[in-house]
C-alpha cells in the first residue's frame, strides 16, 4: 500500500510547490483546504484545480468563518492590504490560521491512518508571521504526538516543511523541476474573482521577486490597471 499524506492546500505558490513534492516522494495525497471567509477566495478555486491535476486521492475544503473574530485584513474588509512593505508583524497576519489548518489536518490524518502532514510554510519569505518559522513547525509536532491515540498507540507523526528553509526563488525552481504550471496558483492578497492579482501586496511582491531570481516566466496573471 502506498504511504499517505495530508497535505494542506491554499491553492497558492508554495502549498501547490509542497503538494508537487509530496506526490514527486510516493506519497498518496490528501488535500485539504480552508475556507475562512479569506479575502482572496479566488485561491480555493485554484486550490481545486492544483489538487486534480497532481492526482490528489481527495481534496476536502472545511468551512470556518474566522471572519467572525476579524483581525487581519484578510478576514476584514475594514483593514486594507498594506500596498508596501511595513515594519513587524503585517495585518496580513491571520491569528492563529496555521494552528487550526495543522489541527484540521491532524484529525484527518489519524482516521486515515496517516503518519504524514505537509505544510507549505517559509521563513525566509515569510512576511513575519510567527507561525511559519522552524520552531513552530517542531512544537506542533510534539504536541500532535502528545495528543492523539496514534501517536500514544507508537504511529508517530511527522509534520513536513520542505520549503522551511528556501528562498522563494529555490522553491519556483523545485517546483517548475518537479514540472509544476505556476500559471494554476493564486497568491495574491486581493486577487479578484477571476483569481487576477493586484502586483502591489507583500505576497505579489515575493512571488514576483521569486520568479526573476529564478530567471523563470512569471505566469501570474495581473488585473488591468
Known sequence: MSKKAVVLLSGGLDSATVLAIARSQG????????DYHQRHSA???????VAECLGAAEHKTVQLDLSLFGGSALTDNRIDVPQSPTEGIPVTYVPA???????????WAEVLKSRDIFIGVNALDYSGYPDCRAEYVRAFQSMANLATKAAVEGDTITVHAPLIDLSKADIVKRGSALGFDYGMTV??????EEGRACGKCDSC????????????????????G
Open 187 to 192: 497568491s495574491c492578497y486581493q486577487a479578484d
Open 97 to 107: 490560521r496555521n494552528t487550526i489548518m495543522l489541527s484540521l489536518a491532524l484529525a
Open 27 to 34: 506519497y498518496e495525497c490528501y488535500c485539504l483546504s480552508l
Open 43 to 49: 485561491e480555493l478555486l485554484a486550490a481545486q484545480r
Open 205 to 224: 511582491r515575493f512571488r514576483r521577486e521569486g520568479f526573476l531570481a529564478a530567471g523563470l516566466a512569471d505566469p501570474t496573471r495581473y488585473q488591468p
